[in-house]
């Protein structure tokens, strides 16, 4: 279905677009704490499991690429 598909989309962005927010403050944290505090608070904002998943992956890979 189209809708599915877009709400998907939407809440991947959100949970994107929230966890960047919420990442900036987390810059002393070990890689671990980062992880830990990062789900706890998307959880806290009612995202799926699936989709914190995916957005955490994503946010390493960013991190990773800039050399961080």
Do not use: M, W
Not at 16 to 28: I, P
């Amino acid at each position: 279905d189209v809708a599915t598909a877009l709400a998907a989309v939407d809440d991947h962005q959100a949970a994107l677009a929230a966890a960047r927010r919420f990442n900036k403050r987390l810059v002393q944290c070990d890689p671990i704490q980062r992880r830990r505090k990062l789900i706890a608070h998307l959880a806290r904002r009612g995202f799926e499991y699936a989709i914190i998943e995916e957005v955490i992956a994503q946010l390493d890979a960013e991190s990773s690429s800039d050399g961080v």
